[in-house]
């Protein structure tokens, strides 16, 4: 039986959306990144957070992923 807060920790898409790609992200990889689809759209979620919902493929989505925690840096964390 899961613990509350195991059940917490996961991820809730929107309605529609298919999850894509699970990854890890930062220098300690401790950022842990979700790209889901919904129609031609690709929506990316960091930390549980959603970032964006427009990019057009899932590439230019891990890609804008990689940027932001770069230009975040630590305060991820």
């Not at 991820?11 to 959306?17: F, N, Q, R, T």
């Not at 959603?50 to 840096?73: R, T, V, Y």
Request: aromatic share 6%; glycine share 8%; charged share 40%.
């Amino acid at each position: 039986m899961q613990t509350f807060v195991e059940l917490r920790e996961k991820l809730k898409l929107a309605s529609g959306e298919k999850q894509v790609k699970t990854m890890k992200g930062g220098k300690r990889k401790n950022v842990d990144i979700v790209i889901a689809q919904k129609g031609k759209n690709y929506s990316v979620y960091i930390n549980g957070d959603k970032l964006d919902d427009s990019f057009k493929n899932a590439k230019e989505a891990e890609k804008s992923a990689n940027d932001f925690i770069k230009l975040m840096g630590e305060e991820l964390e």
